[in-house]
């Protein structure tokens, strides 16, 4: 079993920069693909970045459109912790954050291929 657990939401300013941690528990954390949706009011929960494993190569990042550019994801496997730094925040960035984890590498973007999630971490960036 996979406990996450979301850290570092806030109010932020548009323009503004946050860091959002998710914790991990588990001792294979350095296995898993981990990734962040998000969700705002009245829509569907949406996919903002994956971090994988490929081979040997570990922290390979793929972001959805919307926020190339902006946000970055990473991991320290040493402390079973990813993170996901967040520049030049915009309004419409506002939601619930959320970390999932899975078995297995891949770049998965979907709401249903991932089989924990945290408990999500609000955001809100004003205009």
């Known amino acids: 079993q996979v406990q996450l657990v979301e850290s570092g939401g806030g109010l932020v300013q548009d323009g503004g920069s946050l860091r959002l941690s998710c914790a991990t528990s588990g001792r294979t954390f350095g296995t898993y693909t981990m990734a962040w949706f998000r969700q705002a009011p009245g829509k569907e929960r949406e996919f903002v970045a994956v971090?994988?494993?490929?081979?040997?190569?570990?922290?390979?990042?793929n972001y959805a459109d919307s926020v190339k550019g902006r946000f970055t994801i990473s991991r320290d496997n040493a402390k079973n912790t990813m993170y996901l730094q967040m520049n030049n925040l915009k309004p419409e960035d506002t939601a619930v954050y959320y970390c999932?984890?899975?078995?297995?590498?891949?770049?998965?973007?979907?709401?249903?291929?991932?089989?924990?999630w945290g408990q999500g971490t609000q955001v809100t960036v004003s205009s």
């Open positions: 971090l994988t494993i490929i081979g040997r190569i570990t922290n390979i990042g």
């Open positions: 999932a984890a899975r078995e297995g590498a891949g770049y998965y973007t979907t709401r249903n291929q991932y089989a924990y």
